[in-house]
């Protein structure tokens, strides 16, 4: 800290007083001097007067005797007082006695005192003239003057002075040195002001006080603002910890589909397979944006959180990604409303998904529907069916000549025809046919045929057909089997599975009664099983 | 018991003698060429400012003891002035050498004596003590 001399307080409090001190001194100076002067030379004219009272009698009877002895007496001794140049006595009979320098007299500046008679004091007898020592008296007036004012300037210098250092010890000094203690203090550190040496209670001792309580209540302060912003700094990093690790991904949406924010995962999760994605339209990046479009406006508009599987856009089929996804509406600083989406990869689990769901339900041999599952997604196709108004036939199929396969040349080749039966009759039919192993060598096919009634016998035959290749058994020996089928047309039969499976197999049994490898499409029992025979 | 006019007449007679002061008459030689003299002549000639009569002859002045009360009279009638501070005056001047005091004679007796034998004296006396060899020139009183 530097504080230029010439403001600083002794200096400008001392020229303060100096001005003050000189200012006081010049004006009393000029009016006492003149005052004492003049009070001087008027206190000589008194002592003039005086001394001619002292010898007014003798004078006087000098005069009223014409006795020049007393006159010379009495001017003589005038003289002698050095305030007196010359004095002259002079009596109304014609005497003049005359002392001390005759050629000084000046007769504008002769004092003159009538004399009169002794005995009688009405008569004018003479009078004594008197020449005062003028520049005697004049210096002597100046002298007391100078003296006077002398003693006044010392006066006030010594005041001055003492005024000035009083100024500098008891206030400037110690304000300069608690200022400069004060300026190399740290603000909020443990530093605090030395009290004044000298141990009295005056001002600045209270001041350094209070400068100290308040560094103390500084230092306070900061440590409790530092104490809190470490606590929330360590509190941010946990919650960015968690944030920035999370395995899920996490955003913030505005209305418009636009991501705001978003963690490392969920760029992980959205970039995956597809680096060139745009990570801030969030629309595009799912299958079906309108949907999620609308799911966003949903959790905005309802504000319920909304939990929903998604496929994300951009994938094949085969490679489908899912997420799951949760939108809640959040509003931020500014009450804006936002979408805080949490997006979990479910890719993997919906596999694993699928494939527990295709052991469960598939036959593990054959790799077709089981019979449970079958009759689930029979019956799915049932509602349908019933739905859409669309024709269908359900075809109850018995293979012919399997056992003595199995039984001569074992299970295992007896599974070998099961495989290729179940191959050939999948891929005689369309994807949305629904084809289940019903039990040892019996399949059920539902298929979807359509308004033209010509396309049943077409598809059975074709099923026959299939079937009657021959297999290879392993062993270099090769089989073959035939196929019974009963079927019924839906709705024509019926809605309902159990009806429609009952009637389907008692129409195959009516075909292996007579002569297998055919089919017959079941008849309402009023009229008799009519036979159609196959190729 | 006393009658209060008599004791305030008894009173005020006393006063009367007490502050009564004799007439004082000045006196010169029959023969003198002075008749009368004025109040200042005779302050001038006694004080010691005027030697000689108007005619020119010197005067012989005469006095009375300082211890007479004819003398206290006169110069208390004459100056307004006591017969010590009349003395002081011309012990005053005495050192000049120029001026002297009027000559002391004994008794009034002796002063009409003098006057008569001296044609330029000059002298004072009571007033009752005066008779016809003399000549009155002036009263003080």
Same mark, same amino acid.
């Given at each position: 800290m530097s504080i230029d001399v010439r403001h600083s307080l002794t200096v400008r409090s001392g020229l303060t007083i100096l001005a003050g001190s000189v200012v006081l001194t010049v004006a009393l100076s000029t009016f006492f001097y003149q005052r004492i002067f003049d009070e001087q030379v008027t206190q000589a004219d008194r002592q003039l007067q005086q001394l001619v009272a002292t010898v007014e009698s003798s004078a006087a @009877? =000098?005069?009223?005797?014409?006795?020049?002895?007393? &006159?010379?007496?009495? #001017?003589?001794?005038?003289?002698?007082?050095?305030? /007196?140049?010359?004095?002259?006595?002079?009596?109304?009979?014609?005497?003049r006695i005359v002392s001390g320098d005759v050629g000084g007299f000046d007769e504008a500046q002769l004092h003159q005192f009538p004399l009169s008679a002794p005995f009688t004091p009405e008569e004018s007898i003479g009078s004594l003239s008197l020449q005062p020592n003028r520049p005697l008296i004049e210096q002597r007036a100046r002298e @007391? =003057?100078?003296?006077?004012?002398?003693?006044?300037? &010392?006066?006030?210098? #010594?005041?001055?002075?003492?005024?000035?250092?009083? /100024?500098h010890w008891?206030?400037?000094?110690?304000?300069?040195?608690?200022?400069?203690?004060?300026?190399?203090?740290?603000?909020g550190s443990a530093s605090r002001l030395p009290l004044p040496t000298h141990r009295r209670r005056d001002e600045v001792a209270?001041?350094?006080?209070?400068?100290?309580?308040?560094?103390a209540a500084?230092?306070?302060?900061?440590?409790?603002?530092?104490?809190?912003?470490?606590?929330?700094?360590?509190?941010?990093?946990?919650?960015?910890?968690?944030?920035?690790?999370?395995?899920?991904?996490?955003?913030?949406?505005?209305?418009?589909?636009?991501?705001?924010?978003?963690?490392?995962?969920?760029?992980?999760?959205?970039?995956?397979?597809?680096?060139?994605?745009d990570m801030t339209n969030f629309l595009q990046l799912f299958d079906d944006p309108a949907q999620v479009n609308l799911l966003l406006l949903h959790a905005v508009t309802e504000d319920l959180p909304v939990s929903v599987d998604l496929l994300l856009s951009g994938e094949l089929s085969g490679n489908a990604r899912w997420l799951h996804a949760l939108f809640s509406s959040v509003r931020n600083e500014d009450g804006d409303l936002l979408v805080e989406c949490i997006l979990y990869d479910i890719s993997e689990r919906a596999r694993r998904e699928r494939e527990v769901q295709h052991e469960a339900e598939r036959d593990a041999l054959t790799q077709l529907y089981n019979r449970r599952a079958g009759e689930r997604h029979l019956r799915q196709a049932l509602v349908q069916v019933a739905t859409d108004q669309q024709p269908c036939a359900l075809m109850m199929i018995d293979l012919d000549r399997f056992k003595p396969i199995n039984d001569t040349y074992g299970h295992e080749a007896g599974d070998r025809v099961l495989i290729a039966v179940s191959q050939r009759l999948s891929q005689s039919l369309r994807k949305?046919?629904?084809?289940?192993?019903?039990?040892?060598?019996?399949?059920?096919?539902?298929?979807?045929?359509?308004?033209?009634?010509?396309?049943?016998?077409?598809?059975?035959?074709?099923?026959?057909?299939?079937?009657?290749?021959?297999?290879?058994?392993?062993?270099?020996?090769?089989?073959?089997?035939?196929?019974?089928?009963?079927?019924?047309?839906?709705?024509?039969?019926?809605?309902?599975?159990?009806?429609?499976?009952?009637?389907?197999?008692?129409?195959?049994?009516?075909?292996?009664?007579?002569?297998r490898h055919h089919f017959s499409i079941y008849r309402e029992p009023a009229s008799p099983a009519a036979l159609n025979s196959g190729a | 018991m006393l009658r209060l006019p008599k004791i305030l007449t008894l009173l005020l007679g006393i006063v009367l003698v007490c502050s009564a002061r004799a007439e004082i008459v000045v006196v010169v030689n029959l023969d003198s060429s002075v008749d009368s003299f004025s109040r200042r002549e005779l302050v001038d000639l006694y004080m010691g400012r005027t030697q000689h009569f108007p005619d020119g002859s010197l005067v012989l002045r005469l006095d009375l003891p300082p211890d007479s009360q004819a003398r206290s009279d006169f110069y208390r009638g004459l100056v307004n002035k006591s017969v010590a501070e009349v003395n002081a005056y011309w012990a005053k001047l005495l050192f000049t050498g120029r001026a002297s005091p009027p000559q002391v004679i004994s008794n009034s007796v002796n002063v009409l004596k003098a006057v008569r034998e001296n044609k330029n004296a000059i002298g004072y006396l009571d007033s009752k003590d005066v008779d016809k060899s003399v000549k009155v020139v002036s009263r003080v009183d």
């Open positions: @009877v =000098a005069a009223y005797l014409d006795n020049a002895e007393l &006159a010379t007496d009495v #001017v003589r001794g005038l003289t002698k007082n050095d305030i /007196v140049v010359s004095a002259a006595l002079q009596s109304a009979t014609g005497m @007391v =003057a100078v003296v006077y004012i002398a003693t006044l300037v &010392a006066h006030s210098l #010594v005041l001055t002075i003492l005024t000035i250092l009083l /100024v008891r206030l400037a000094r110690p304000l300069t040195a608690l200022a400069r203690d004060l300026h190399e203090i740290e603000p209270q001041l350094v006080d209070d400068i100290n309580a308040l560094l500084t230092q306070g302060t900061l440590e409790g603002e530092r104490r809190l912003r470490q606590y929330v700094e360590s509190v941010e990093r946990r919650f960015r910890l968690i944030f920035d690790h999370a395995s899920c991904g996490i955003s913030l949406v505005d209305k418009n589909g636009l991501v705001l924010f978003s963690n490392p995962s969920f760029n992980r999760i959205m970039s995956q397979g597809r680096p060139a994605a949305q046919d629904v084809v289940v192993r019903w039990g040892g060598d019996e399949f059920v096919v539902l298929v979807f045929t359509g308004k033209n009634a010509e396309a049943v016998p077409l598809v059975a035959d074709k099923l026959l057909q299939a079937v009657s290749q021959p297999i290879d058994l392993g062993g270099g020996r090769s089989g073959q089997v035939g196929a019974s089928i009963g079927i019924v047309l839906i709705p024509e039969h019926g809605l309902q599975l159990d009806d429609l499976i009952a009637k389907a197999d008692s129409t195959m049994y009516e075909v292996k009664e007579h002569g | -």
